[in-house]
């Protein structure tokens, strides 16, 4: 299988998510105290939201990394059973 075929949606997805967490996350510092926030009975929305954000793209990047690791192995465990003449997992 080649590389390209092999890439996981969420690896880039996640990557945006966390970089605009990041991004919001710094904005809420930057604005802390803000009078802007007056509006939202003093809560830090975009610090708030900016964590959420973040924590959804670090989520997205394991679960592709997780995904990787799992189709190297089940694809070494495929050439393997291939070397031994034995039918792979799922074959009948």
């Given at each position: 299988m080649s590389l390209v075929?092999?890439?996981?949606?969420?690896?880039?997805?996640?990557?945006?998510f966390s970089a605009l967490g990041v991004i919001l996350v710094g904005y809420g510092f930057y604005t802390h105290g803000n009078p802007m926030y007056g509006r939202s009975?003093?809560?830090?929305?975009?610090?708030?939201?900016?964590?959420?954000?973040l924590v959804?793209?670090?989520l997205l990047l394991w679960l592709a990394?997780?995904?990787?690791?799992?189709?190297i192995s089940a694809a070494e465990e495929d050439r393997r059973a291939r070397e031994a003449s034995v039918p792979p997992r799922g074959a009948r």
């Open positions: 075929m092999a890439t996981d949606i969420r690896l880039p997805i996640g990557w945006l009975e003093g809560v830090n929305i975009n610090l708030w939201w900016g964590l959420a954000i959804f793209g670090l990394r997780r995904g990787v690791a799992r189709h």
